[in-house]
Structure formats: C-alpha cells, structure tokens
C-alpha cells in the first residue's frame, strides 16, 4: 500500500475506533498532532490507537517510550507502520 | 409514605427535555420511538463520544436536577438493557479479535452501572450508588429502593432514575419473540392493533425524591410488583393494591395505563380497567415512549407533571375521558413481555 493511501485508510480508521463522529478525513491534518492543542485525544485514545495498530496492522507498540514517537500525528503512525507492519 | 417527588426530568421519544410540548406527537419510523436528545453542552467532547447512547441520556436527563449544586445522598438507576448496543460491540470484539486485545472503551459502556456511575463523576458524588437490572421492573425494584432508604432518612434526597436504549441486536431478538411488530405500524394506530407486539422505545427518567413535602411535586404514596402470567391473579393483585393504599373516600382519578397494542398483553390492561368504576379517567402513554423495560418511568414523570399541575392531559394520550374534574390520585400500571407487572399510586403532594 501506497503511503497516500496508507494515511487515508489511517484517518477513517481513527474517526472510526476513536468514535469521533463530528470529524470526516479531510479534516485531519496529516502533520496535525494527535494529543494537546491538535485532535485533543487523550490517554484512553491512545490505549484504543495502540490496539488499532495491533489489530489491523500487526504493529505491537510494548514499549511507552516507543508509543510517544509512534503517536504523534498521522504521517508517525504511517511511517511506523511501513516499517513494522505485519498485515 | 413512600417519598415526595421534588423534581423530573425527562429524555425521550416527546419533547419532553427543555421546551417541554407533549401536544404534538412524535411519530414511531420503522417501527422504533428514538428519543429526542438534546445537544449536552455541558459534556465535554472526548466525554461525550465515548458514552453510551443510554449513559448520555441518563447523565443528560439528570444534570439538571443537580444543577444547583446538589448532591443526592444516593444515586439508584433502573435498567434493563442499559448500554446494549456497546455491549453488543465488545462481545463481537471478544469473537472477532479471538480474546486478543481489547479495548475497555465499549467495556465500560456496556455495563448496565456506567449510568450511575458517570452521573456520580460528574456530581463528585461518593454516595450510595446502586443499579437494578429487574427487567420490566427494573425501576420498580430502583423505586422501592429509594422509599426504603427515604424511611429510613427522611430527610437525604435521592436521585432516582430509569434509562434502557434501543439497541440493534435486542430489538431484533425482540422483534422474533414477537415483542415488536413485524407489519409496519404508525403511532396513532397502535391501540388498534390486533396483532402481537407494539412499538420500540427508549428514554431516561430522573427525579429526586426525599420525605420533605415542602416544595415536592408529587408524592408516590405506594408501589407494588406482581409476577404472574395469570391475568385473574394480577387482577386480584391490582384490586387489593388500590383497597389497601388508597385512603377511605379517595377515588382514583386517572388510570395511566401501559397498553401497548399488543394483543397478547391486552387483557391485563383490560381486567386493571375494569376494576375501576365506568367514569374513571383513562390515558395511554406507548404511543409516545414505545415499549421498553423501564417505561414506566416515563408514566410517573408524566403522572407527576399531571397531579403537579404543570402539564395537561393531551387528547392524544385520552381513552377514556369518564368525570375527570381534579387530578389527585393517578395509578399507574404497566405490564412488560405478560410476566412482569406494576403499579405505582401517585398523589398530589
């Protein structure tokens, strides 16, 4: 998969598990962060992302130091899991 | 004494939040009576997306009685389903995902003590809390609840409510038991039903109850529950309730019945009329919530806003108009799925 793409399946993903409803894809920013002043997620949001990445790509993120480089925007994730994932 | 009844609020298929106008009806689509939900400004977002359709209606419907601060002395929820559609998620999770990592957002949802424990998030409140799940007489059970621990401390307040949500996965289980109707079936046509099932509904009822009559709207002066699939036992049942409870040379005003157009129910509505005299005032109310386990929460937020003074009777909700003159004594009775029965006595405070 393309990473354009990649990105794309990504942010239907996250509006999806994260239920936020009230967002469409266009509206997330590929560099906009995820947590504080961007989306506004917050801890339980990363627990479900974490399992996201797990289930629908193969990624295991076990280590904390590791999700707060993997978590921060889409383009993070993306280039994560390019590089990691297993599906 | 039961409990005096100081305030309600009301989510539900009507217009019954906010701007209340129980006037113009809001009509069932495919079958289903979804509640009107307001807006909830006053939750958060990341809050908000992650609740339950059922805890949003709960908390939403219950903000407004703690609005000044107040901190009930318990928190008591009845519900059925509660959160069914998240619970339905994450079972499907547990199948889809083999065990395997699964989130606790749906989890938590899902569970039928999240209403009452998000209402005592958001009040701060480390009070009695406690959710009965009786089915059909769920808020009966939360009721009874309330009026043993107002016995005991007459003067705490309590926050009584009953919430249950249209779900997917239980309205069509409901609706092969023959709960629901499978023929399309518009609202103001539902008494004339001949076939089984009724309507689906949802909403969430809050009130705070106490033994202080100052200031109370209503009083619930008695309540009983009787299990029997016997529509002569049931009878006898509702009989004896009203002789015992209903003061020498009361009569009972108004009958708010639960008849929901289903024929298999029917005669329980009819024999519970028959016990009352020819001119005895009768008004339905699934029409405008639908059928769910803990409507009868719905019928004592309407009895309490009548016997209040605060809403009229619309002639939609009117079977029978009898003598109605002065609305002091209301009895509520509701039946859910033949074996689970109600009645609730209501009185001018």
Redesign the interface.
Known sequence: MEIAELKEKLKVQIIQ?????DLTPADIKDDEPLFGDGL???S??S??LI?LL??EYGVNIQDPKEGRKVLVDVNTMAAYIKEHGQK | MMFYIHKAACISPQQTFGDIDIEQLHVAVDNKLYAIEPKYPHFNGNALRRMSKSTRMGAGAALPLLADNDKPNGIIIGTQVSGMEENGKFLNQIIEYNEDMLTPGSFVQGTPNTISSQIALINNNKNYNLTHVHRGLAFENAALDAAMLVNENPAHTYLLGGVDEISANNYTLDTLGGWFKKEPCPSDGLYNSTTAGSLSGEGATMFTVSGNQAGAIAKLSAITTIHSSDVAVVKERIKNFISKELPDGKKIDLLLTGENGDARVFPFYQACEEILDDQTAIARFKHMSGEYPTASSFALWLACNFVGGILNIPRHMIKRHGDLKSLKNILVYNTHKVGQHGCMLVNVA
């Open positions: 598990f994260l239920n936020l409803t506004g997620l917050d339980i949001d627990l479900e399992v797990k289930r």
